[in-house]
């Protein structure tokens, strides 16, 4: 498992999304309070970036800005048609104001 520190909390506003690139893989970051998840920034439906999409905080999701499907931040299973599939889950924390992410070696995701 390797750890990033990739921003101050402060940067990412409360109920939004940012995308960022960390060992050669796309990932929506999402503000929910002072919360943050990690989930794969790629739609499993139609390769549409789901930081360009809506946070849903009452939902714990982000809705996919292209065909309106819903991803649940914590699992990322599809919550809502067209997706059907899962997008990879990330760990992800705020310590000492920054945001971190845990990777794990493999190609999957982490719990989150």
């Known amino acids: 498992m390797t750890t990033h520190e990739l921003f101050p909390l402060d940067e990412l506003e409360p109920d939004s999304a940012r995308r960022v690139e960390v060992s050669g893989r796309?990932?929506?970051v999402v503000r929910i309070g002072d919360d943050v998840y990690a989930?794969?920034?790629t739609c499993s439906h139609a390769e549409v970036s789901l930081s360009e999409g809506w946070v849903e905080p009452d939902d714990c999701a982000i809705e996919c800005v292209a065909h309106g499907a819903m991803f649940d931040l914590e699992t990322g299973e599809p919550l809502s048609l067209p997706a059907t599939r899962a997008v990879p889950v990330y760990e992800a924390s705020?310590?000492?104001?920054?945001?971190v992410l845990k990777l794990d070696a493999g190609s999957g995701g982490g719990a989150s």
């Not at 705020?94 to 945001?99: E, S, Y």
């Open 26 to 28: 796309d990932i929506a």
């Open 39 to 41: 989930i794969g920034d």
């Open 94 to 99: 705020v310590v000492d104001g920054m945001v």
